[in-house]
Every structure is written in C-alpha cells, then in structure tokens.
C-alpha cells in the first residue's frame, strides 16, 4: 500500500488534515447489520465509533433505530435503492443526533479515567501497520473515534471486536466491575474519497474542543505535521508520554 500523499491536494486543509497520509479509495458495497447500515470494502477506509455501554440511553437509541427502519422498509416495499435524501437521513440518524448526546457527558464516562483512556489508546496501537493503519483517533469520556483502514485479511468486524473485548475486560477489572462494559452496536462510516477522509479527520481532531474538553491528551493523528499540530487544532497538548509520543515503534512513523 501506498504511503505518499498526494502532492498538492492538502491545499486549504487544517495542519492535522494535510499531515495525515492519505489512503486510495474504490467501489463500495451496502449491507445491513443490527441496528446500522454498513459501508464496505476490502481493503477500506472507515470513520469508526464506539461508545460505552451506558452513554446512551435505551429510549434514544430505539427512537432512533424505528425512525431507521422506517426509512428501510419504505424503499423495500417500493423495491428501490435508498435515495440519496435518504442515505443523507440516515447518516444524520447514525452520527450527528447520537454525537449530540455523547458529546453532553451521558453516563458514567469512565474514559476519563487516565489508567482506561491509556489502555484504550495502546490497544488501538497495538497492531497498527500489522491488522490495521491507523490515521486518526480520539478517545473521548464516553466514547471513541477512530480512522482507520483494514487491510485485506481482516475484516472491520473483527478489529472492533479485539478493540472493544480486551479494553472491556481491563475497563471492568480497574472499575471493579462486571457486565457491559461497551454498546454491543457501533457507527461505520466507509469513507470513499479525500474529501470524507479529510472531513473525517478534521473531525476526530476537534471533537474534545467542540465537546468542551481542555487540553484533552487522548487524540492522535499519523503523521510528523499532523502530530506536531494536533493538539492545537483540538485544545489538546501532546507532551511526551502522550499515546501520540509514548509507542514511536508502533506508529508507523
């Protein structure tokens, strides 16, 4: 896979955005899982979030998943493809609504424990350049973002599952605790070409500063401009010890 940014394309884009290497983009297929539609491809590129078990509560999320199935049953019994109107609404029912709510703090936001946001952030680590590319992540209070590509023998599926098993497993056992740690369902959005992955990107950066989080550490973004400039384009600092400065061997670089 390539490494090399495209030259001259990172015009007018925030520092974060243009230090981050960019991936290539191709066809993509539809699929429905749960509670979400999904965007595939091998080899692809995704916006990725995940969020604690209790940051939304049942009533939000099933208002939301009827609204959904609504939209899918209409163009099922018309025997058509979503139209674009409708892909646009579901990808606000699947993000900007349920960001809403994640953003105000919901639950017990156990991410803001520095000992569970570390652990969540070396587990995002842990096999970056082997399963995965990492380009960009966030570890919010109640919730995670993250931009990355599988590569062709893995599947999305599979990489959640490693991220969200082993960082339960640990998040119970520092909370004392027992029972869901995380939502069984995640947001996926594949991105499929530059101008998603930079708004993606863009996005995962600022989030701790639009949620009202000062010098938020727990936000990484690939590449030597992007992390140097990371922290100011989200209100965070990244200081040595950071996860951005903590695993040079694991990051790519």
């Not at 960019?22 to 993509?28: A, D, I």
């Not at 998040?171 to 947001?187: C, K, S, T």
């Not at 101008?195 to 690939?222: C, H, I, M, S």
Request: aromatic share 8%; net charge positive.
């Amino acid at each position: 896979m390539s490494t090399n940014a495209p030259t001259d394309r990172s015009a007018g884009a925030s520092p974060a955005v243009a230090g981050a290497t960019r991936p290539r983009f191709g066809e993509v297929k539809v699929r429905e899982r749960g509670r979400l539609p999904h965007w595939e491809k091998d080899n692809a590129t995704y916006f990725v979030t995940f969020r604690l078990a209790d940051s939304l509560p049942r009533t939000v999320l099933d208002r939301i998943a009827s609204e959904r199935a609504s939209i899918m049953q209409l163009a099922r019994q018309q025997s058509r493809e979503l139209t674009p109107s409708e892909q646009q609404h579901l990808k606000r029912l699947s993000s900007v609504r349920i960001e809403q709510y994640l953003d105000s703090g919901a639950g017990s936001c156990s991410l803001r424990l520095p000992e569970i946001a570390a652990n969540m952030a070396d587990t995002l680590l842990l096999f970056d350049e082997k399963r995965y590319r990492l380009f960009a992540w966030c570890v919010m209070p109640n919730h995670v973002h993250v931009v990355v590509r599988v590569f062709p023998t893995h599947q999305l599926a599979e990489v959640l599952h490693s991220w969200k098993s082993y960082t339960a497993k640990e998040g119970n056992r520092i909370l004392r605790a027992h029972g869901a740690f995380w939502q069984r369902e995640y947001y996926d959005h594949l991105l499929r070409d530059e101008t998603e992955f930079e708004r993606a990107v863009k996005y995962v950066v600022e989030n701790p500063l639009k949620a009202g989080l000062k010098d938020w550490e727990w936000v990484w973004v690939r590449g030597q401009g992007a992390r140097a400039t990371a922290g100011g384009g989200a209100g965070a600092t990244l200081e040595a010890g950071s996860p951005a400065t903590k695993h040079p061997e694991r990051s790519g670089q």
